[in-house]
């Protein structure tokens, strides 16, 4: 049973214009995520993070939206770079001091010129 | 970023062979992880360490064996490959347990003919 779902296996966005990324959990338990972004060839490395006490967190053209009574988690990327063409992966963990990150399946994005 | 290596980035192998990967850090990060990355998987934990000689099982731990006899190395092996750990192996790293995020190292693909 997959507990934390990517259903968008790629999106295509002009550059500019709003990229929104999509993720949705269904561990109640689950009360710290993570947005990683990755390049072929290259491991993933961290882009943005929110707690469950939060429903916004905001870092520079990055933000991500909370909406704990959805399940529901998204990220803003505005305004959209070539450079951010990569897969996105959303990831959600139990707890302080927990140990396992539930990663989704993620999401490519491609931003057009 | 912590500085995280993995050994040797690229593997090819046959069934039945054992293998070992290596991982390296250097930001003396007391938690170590190891993932496999398949295509409709997104990320699985295979296994983690939380300290020298202190290690747990992951979501997908079958068939893989670990060891940490140092701080910054984190050795997953293969007793006996077999196709179906083809796959792309990423170790991460993490100061403090749930404190934030995880580090990733660029990742070793693995093929087992």
């Known amino acids: 049973d997959q507990q934390v779902k990517q259903n968008s296996p790629s999106l295509s966005v002009q550059e500019g214009r709003i990229s929104i990324l999509n993720c949705d959990y269904t561990?109640?338990?689950?009360?710290?995520f993570l947005w990683y972004k990755k390049y072929p060839a290259e491991g993933p490395t961290f882009l943005i993070s929110i707690s469950s006490i939060k429903d916004k967190n905001e870092d520079g053209r990055f933000t991500v939206f909370l909406n704990k009574s959805a399940k529901h988690l998204s990220l803003h990327i505005v305004p959209s770079q070539p450079g951010d063409s990569a897969v996105y992966f959303c990831?959600?963990?139990?707890?302080?001091?927990?140990?396992?990150?539930?990663f989704g399946k993620g999401t490519k994005l491609s931003v057009i010129p | 970023d912590a500085g995280i290596t993995q050994s040797p980035r690229h593997k090819v192998t046959e069934t039945g062979t054992p293998v070992t990967l290596r991982c390296h850090q250097t930001e003396n990060h007391r938690y170590m992880y190891w993932y496999r990355q398949d295509p409709g998987h997104g990320l699985r934990l295979i296994h983690y360490?939380?300290?020298?000689?202190?290690?747990d099982k992951g979501e997908v731990s079958d068939g893989y064996s670990v060891s940490r006899s140092k701080t910054e190395d984190f050795l997953l092996t293969l007793e006996s490959a077999t196709s179906s750990q083809t796959s792309v192996y990423f170790c991460a790293t993490e100061g403090l347990a749930g404190a934030g995020e995880q580090f990733f190292g660029p990742g070793t693909r693995l093929t087992v003919l």
């Open positions: 561990n109640s338990m689950f009360d710290y």
């Open positions: 990831a959600a963990r139990i707890g302080a001091g927990s140990y396992q990150l539930t």
């Open positions: 360490s939380y300290g020298v000689k202190d290690t």
